[in-house]
């Protein structure tokens, strides 16, 4: 999947990876140092939450269950680190 990003010529191409090499390549990280596999959850959000994430995702450049992935991780262990 190629990225286009939009500029005052129109679309253009964006100098962001494509992500279906970013995706393979990280399976190979993962595969090598033995990372398992994620598993698929579900969460139900507000609507107008999940336009809020979306256009923060764009904005970093990134797939919203992405940016959505980074705050769970980042909230549990600033938890741990508080209980600790």
Same mark, same amino acid.
């Given at each position: 999947m190629k990225?286009? +990003?939009?500029?005052? #010529?129109?679309?253009?191409? &964006?100098?962001?990876? !494509?992500?279906?090499?970013?995706?393979?390549?990280?399976?190979?990280?993962?595969?090598? +140092?033995?990372?398992? #596999?994620?598993?698929?959850? &579900?969460?139900?959000? !507000?609507?107008?939450?999940?336009s809020e994430l979306k256009k923060e995702a764009k904005a970093r450049g990134i797939p919203y269950q992405v940016l959505m992935r980074m705050f769970i991780i980042e909230g549990f262990q600033r938890l741990k680190k508080q209980t600790a």
């Open positions: 990225r286009f +990003v939009k500029s005052e #010529k129109g679309y253009e191409k &964006s100098f962001d990876a !494509d992500w279906k090499a970013v995706k393979k390549g990280l399976k190979k990280v993962r595969a090598e +140092v033995g990372e398992p #596999k994620k598993v698929p959850t &579900s969460v139900a959000l !507000d609507p107008r939450f999940i």
